[in-house]
């Protein structure tokens, strides 16, 4: 007997089932043929077994059971399909986004307008305008401007002058330069040292300073100095040091702490406390794809002057103040795209531009490595990255010399 494999579907099962079960039928009553039972009064008859009374149902079940098998093995088929539909489109997708980052990273042309030079004349006056409002009254090494200038024969009598100290409680609307010149002092610097104040603008009212009575600075005696090496350093005559700090002797101990009269911070020390030591405003991996000054167009190929420096980095990297301040605006403009203006202390202020998304708002107050923006390709741009301009008292000064 041969049996047919399956090749068909809704009314066709896998096996004969019929010819099957006759087969199993007629080899079971060959053996059991003329089968009797004995009766002890009746002859013995022929019986046939019941074998298989009833198919029907064994039919079915195996019937559906073979539908069944077929009915999961389609669904495994239109699962797995969609399955790798998902994957696919996963890679795909993938593909194409990469595909978008990797060409941002090259400049992409557009379509120059007449009105981007009045643009960036609106901008500069605009920069200029908030920087103006806030001006100083020293100069670069704390020497207070227009300050009474003490004569060097009364600089000698001070100097021979034990160093006196006063206490002073800070008045709402005091600045450092202001209590600098209610004491009689000329520098700055001498109330930054000797209250060792990192950052000025954390000075509030009701907290008390030290001031002594001429200018000068604390000094704490490191392992190897002597007197005469300090009045050297210094520029001091060693009776002067002797008679500011009061000493009876020459021999000078470790830690030991001296007034140095005259003396002032270093350039470095009081930018960082008055905060004009900026922070780079990319924290990240960044090219520098632009200097200061001048340069060609990178449209046009015309040298032009670049008012500050270009960040080079991807889309979507955080931008942070460079220095605390607040900022004056916000806005959108075909050159700059979108960009934040903060005005700082002493006359500083700093444009960021060409974000791709602004995180600040006018009037807010930021601290120095806050975050204000994303980096972005807006505006005239020919690629994502970050242009960075400050001003000083309304003139445009090299960013990269501020950034420590």
């Known amino acids: 007997m041969e049996i047919v494999s399956y090749v068909g579907y809704e009314n066709s099962s896998r096996f004969d089932f019929d010819e099957i079960l006759e087969s199993l039928r007629e080899r079971f009553f060959d053996h059991f043929n003329h089968y009797k039972r004995y009766d002890s009064q009746e002859t013995y008859s022929y019986r046939e077994p019941v074998l298989f009374p009833d198919c029907s149902a064994i039919k079915n079940l195996c019937k559906n059971t073979g539908r069944a098998i077929d009915i999961v093995v389609q669904k495994w088929k239109i699962i797995s399909i969609a399955f790798a539909g998902v994957v696919c489109s996963a ?157 009876d002797s020459a021999t000078l101990s470790v830690g030991q702490v001296l007034f140095i009269p005259g003396a002032k911070l270093d350039m470095n020390k009081l930018q960082q406390a008055m905060g004009e030591l900026f922070k780079c405003p990319i924290q990240g991996k960044y090219r520098l794809s632009s200097l200061f000054g001048p340069r060609k167009d990178p449209f046009t190929g015309a040298r032009s002057n670049h008012t500050g420096v270009d960040m080079a980095c991807p889309t979507g990297t955080p931008i942070v103040a460079a220095s605390t301040g607040t900022v004056a605006f916000t806005g959108v403009s075909p050159v700059f795209g979108n960009y934040v203006i903060i005005r700082h202390a002493n006359g500083y202020q700093s444009l960021y531009g060409h974000m791709s998304k602004i995180l600040a708002h006018k009037g807010q107050w930021v601290s120095q490595g806050s975050q204000i923006g994303l980096v972005g390709s807006t505006g005239y741009s020919t690629g994502p990255h970050l242009h960075f301009t400050v001003y000083k008292n309304g003139k445009l000064v090299d960013p990269l010399t501020l950034i420590k």
């Open 91 to 247: 890679l795909l997708f993938t593909l194409f986004h990469s595909a978008y980052t990797y060409s941002q990273k090259f400049p992409s042309k557009i379509e120059l307008k007449n009105s981007y030079d009045a643009e960036i004349e609106l901008l500069t006056k605009a920069m200029t305008t908030f920087a103006l409002e806030d001006s100083r009254d020293y100069d670069s090494d704390g020497t207070l401007l227009n300050s009474s200038k003490v004569s060097e024969k009364d600089m000698e009598k001070l100097f021979r002058q034990p160093v006196k100290f006063q206490t002073y409680k800070v008045q709402q609307g005091d600045t450092i330069s202001g209590i600098t010149k209610k004491f009689g002092l000329n520098n700055i610097s001498t109330l930054i040292a000797v209250n060792d104040i990192g950052n000025v603008r954390t000075l509030c009212a009701g907290q008390k300073l030290k001031i002594p009575s001429l200018d000068g600075l604390f000094y704490t005696v490191q392992k190897g100095n002597s007197l005469a090496g300090l009045s050297s350093k210094f520029g001091i005559t060693m009776e002067d040091l002797l008679d500011v700090n009061e000493l």
